[in-house]
């Protein structure tokens, strides 16, 4: 399996990365929590466009995303415009979201930018291929706020991203009970194993928080810690995130 490199962060290889999101509005508050974060342990930022206040202004968002990179140095940046219909705060038309996308792989201050698979096959084909002809890396998405699929589902929703040559698949569903949890592990486990070529991203949101600290048992490369404010529910603070990786990884490689 390949790994992926975001600046010096290796997905797929060691303990799971951490990413952890700002969800500010305005950009104010989006660099001083980027000045924050210099406190905390962590390995890549998401910048949560959707609730950025100018986030229809393709120039304000291009000119506080080179102010971000600025203040966050060499730390990878994880670009998101998560639509409503998958839990984010604002809808998009199609053809911006394309454009915004665009515009911010060719900036070169995005290290990736997350496409929302099940968008139609046309459009995700587009955002792609721009990203990619722009050096970044894609991570796909979706998102399942109301229920978990079962394991057929999962596994067709990971591998048509896959297939959809997006460099970082990742899902993310809610549980309605502890089966659900272990439905989403067990299709984590079995598509790292048989059919990914590449790292993968999942996890059981709100109570399937454990699925956010086991995921270098199943198979799952990064996971989603909060500095105060949370963009999906079930993320926990980052030192506490941290630790219960390191004991995971500890005990799963003593000695290394």
């Known amino acids: 399996m390949k790994t992926v490199k975001l600046r010096g962060v290796e997905v797929g290889a060691g303990m799971p990365k951490v990413i952890v999101p700002i969800v ?20 890549v930022v998401e910048w949560r466009v959707d609730f950025y206040e100018d986030v229809f202004e393709t120039g304000q968002v291009l000119s506080t995303l080179e102010q971000l990179r600025a203040v966050l140095g060499d730390t990878p940046i994880l670009f998101t415009f998560r639509t409503r219909k998958e839990g984010g705060e604002k809808d998009i038309s199609t053809e911006d979201y394309i454009a915004l996308n665009s515009a911010v792989a060719q900036s070169g201050n995005a290290d990736a930018i997350d496409v929302e698979i099940f968008s139609g096959d046309q459009v995700v084909r587009k955002c792609i291929d721009a990203i990619h002809a722009a050096g970044a890396v ?31 698949p990742k899902i993310a569903v809610m549980p309605q009970g502890p089966a659900d949890v272990v439905t989403l592990l067990d299709a984590t486990q079995e598509m790292y194993t048989k059919y990914a070529d590449r790292p993968i991203i999942t996890m059981s949101m709100s109570n399937g928080v454990i699925s956010r600290l086991c995921g270098e048992c199943f198979g799952s490369s990064m996971t989603f810690g909060a500095v105060g404010q949370v963009s999906a529910p079930g993320q926990i603070p980052v030192e506490q995130l941290n630790t219960a990786l390191k004991i995971l990884h500890d005990a799963l490689a003593p000695g290394k």
Not at 147 to 161: G, I, S, V
Request: charged share 35%; hydrophobic share 40%.
């Open 24 to 43: 500010a509005a305005t950009r104010a508050g989006i660099l001083e929590k980027a000045r924050e974060f210099k406190d905390h342990a962590l390995d």
């Open 138 to 168: 894609v991570v796909g998405s979706n998102h399942d706020f109301g229920k978990t699929p079962d394991k057929a589902d999962l596994l067709y929703r990971l591998r048509k991203m896959q297939d959809m040559d997006a460099d970082i």
